[in-house]
């Protein structure tokens, strides 16, 4: 079982397909603030298991809509002094113009606002907005609850910021040692140079948004009792998007296949897939290494939201080890995506 948290867009399915591809009960999508505000992306859940049939068997609870310290004035100030990302995420300044173009919404006054031209997927139904606003649960209360139902057996999959899980580790002494695991897209390390001596796009691939959009979140989440933390750090660029692989997953037309093969593009890496299939399957890792981690949290660092790694012998108190993955069989990768976007579970 497991409780898939993200910040859902147009073309964030695949992570989703491939639990339930792989037999896995998906108890809920629930959403966070990261690349966009919450708001927007917890409709993108919706419309994207609507795609699929799928609203009737995986509900989409809603998250925490700010992180827990940061703001959009606190990031752009710590960016003048440490100097810009490639992509700042939610934090992006606002831009009237790209938001009417469709692109999901960033910083600007409210938060909640929704930006239907998004929705290349289709807007969901007012039925399920309806239902989905009328919900009182949210991530974090969903959490707690279905850890404390499920003993043992749910696994908690973070491919956004860590808001809503620090939000339910603080609510509940036994959330993390009564889940089954986390498993977490991002986390790099030893990526300096890579954010220099290349384009701006290996720069923001080796960026760590995930975690520095919301830097105490990860914090907490990451030195929580869970009995076992698994990291899709720097093994979540090992796998790169392709023409070829596209056209052949496009061989199979459904609507998944059609938004993957129109919407996708051939720059970015498997992200939050890569997190997905690890998990699913931990068969495909092929190198990792357990060792202790913490994120610093200091404003005044250049290293702000990033992860910091540690030996036994040297770690400080409070940190706690984690399953770090080097590398996947990328071929298996690529199958397991290929099957849950061509043949998708169904409810
Ligand atoms: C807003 O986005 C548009 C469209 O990409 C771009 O032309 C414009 O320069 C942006 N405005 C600012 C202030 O960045
Ligand atoms: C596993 O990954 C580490 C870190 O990238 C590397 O140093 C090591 O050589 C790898 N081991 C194997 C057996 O591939
Ligand atoms: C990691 O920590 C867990 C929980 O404290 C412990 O059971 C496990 O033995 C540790 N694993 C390694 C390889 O140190």
């Given at each position: ?10 073309i964030?399915?695949i992570p989703?397909l491939l ?140 491919a ?25 897209m991002g986390?790099y ?5 890579f ?6 796009q290996q720069?923001d691939d080796n ?25 899709a750090g720097n093994v979540a660029n090992q796998v790169i998007n392709s023409q070829a692989f596209l056209d052949e997953v ?10 993957f093969?129109?919407?996708y593009g051939t720059y970015f890496p498997f992200w939050d897939e890569t997190a997905a299939a690890l998990m699913v399957d931990?068969s495909i890792i092929l190198n990792s ?36 993955i080097h590398q996947i069989d990328g071929d298996r990768l690529h199958s397991m995506i290929k099957a849950a976007v ?6």
């Open positions: 079982m497991v409780i898939m948290d993200n910040d859902w867009g147009s964030t399915f989703f639990a339930l591809k792989a037999d896995w009960k998906v108890l809920g999508l629930t959403s966070c603030t990261c690349n966009s505000w919450e708001h927007q992306q917890s409709l993108h859940a919706l419309a994207t298991l609507a795609l699929g049939n799928l609203t009737p068997c995986v509900p989409v609870i809603q998250g925490a809509t700010f992180p827990l310290l940061n703001t959009y004035q606190r990031f752009q100030a710590w960016e003048m002094v440490h100097g810009a990302l490639p992509y700042e995420g939610v934090f992006r300044p606002y831009n009237a113009t790209l938001e009417a173009l469709g692109s999901d919404p960033t910083a600007g006054d409210d938060p909640w606002r929704i930006i239907p031209e998004a929705f290349t997927e289709g807007f969901p139904s007012a039925a399920l907005v309806d239902a989905l606003h009328s919900n009182p649960a949210n991530a974090a209360s969903f959490m707690v609850e279905q850890v404390r139902k499920y003993p043992g057996q749910v696994s908690i999959y973070v956004g910021a860590m808001t809503n899980v620090a939000l339910a580790v603080r609510m509940d002494p036994h959330f993390a040692d009564l889940a089954k695991e986390l498993v977490i986390g390390l030893d990526v300096n140079l954010q220099v001596r290349g384009s701006l720069a960026s760590d948004i995930n975690l520095m959009i919301d830097p105490e979140a990860a914090k907490i989440t990451l030195t929580a009792a869970w009995p076992s933390i698994k990291i496009y061989q199979v037309e459904n609507p998944y296949s059609t938004i093969y129109n919407n931990p290494t357990t060792f202790y981690v913490d994120v610093d949290t200091s404003y005044g660092s250049p290293s702000y939201g990033n992860l910091h790694a540690y030996q036994k012998s040297l770690m400080p108190t409070g940190v706690r080890n984690v399953t770090y061509q043949y998708p579970a169904t409810c």
